[in-house]
Structures are given as structure tokens and as C-alpha cells.
């Protein structure tokens, strides 16, 4: 019986996923939201990223926090 190749594949080039890290930008209107070192599949041939559920909420929780405290820029850093 053969071994069934594990490695995740680029739903947009077919290009190897590999764990990673990004940045995330989000303009609220009123201001601007940015979240470096946040933990990402990222496509190695084309650079597509995705972000697990678990994370995306929890930069939604700190898009809203900024929002709450009408804050024009916030920069942080997201750890896993």
C-alpha cells in the first residue's frame, strides 16, 4: 500500500503550502488596524496566504478593541 503524499497544495497555482507568517492590514474608516507576525499557510510559488479561523477572530477581536477606543493607527504583534 503506498503512502499518500501529505503535503497541502495551493488551491490558486497548485504551488507547496508552507507554515509561515504575514502582516494584516485593516482600514476601519476612522482608522487603520496592522497586525505583524501573524501565523499563516502561505503558498510558496505564488504567495497566496490563508489564516486559520482561530487567528482571523482574533484579529477581529482587535480590530473592534480599536475601533471601541477610536484609535486612528494601532500596531501589533500577533503571537501564536
Known amino acids: 500500500m503506498e503512502a499518500k503524499?501529505?503535503?497541502q497544495k495551493c488551491h490558486?497555482?497548485?504551488g507547496t503550502m508552507e507554515q509561515g507568517e504575514t502582516t494584516v492590514t485593516v482600514d476601519?474608516?476612522?482608522?487603520?488596524?496592522v497586525v505583524?507576525?501573524?501565523p499563516a499557510t502561505v503558498c510558496s510559488q505564488c504567495g497566496m496566504e490563508w489564516i486559520d479561523d482561530d487567528v482571523a477572530e482574533r484579529i477581529e477581536t482587535?480590530?473592534?478593541?480599536?475601533?471601541?477606543k477610536?484609535?486612528?493607527v494601532e500596531v501589533l504583534?500577533?503571537?501564536?
Open 5 to 7: 503524499d501529505k503535503t
Open 62 to 68: 482587535i480590530v473592534k478593541n480599536a475601533q471601541n
Open 36 to 38: 505583524r507576525n501573524v
Open 12 to 14: 490558486t497555482c497548485g
Open 28 to 33: 476601519f474608516g476612522s482608522g487603520v488596524v
Open 77 to 80: 504583534s500577533l503571537s501564536a
Open 70 to 72: 477610536h484609535s486612528v
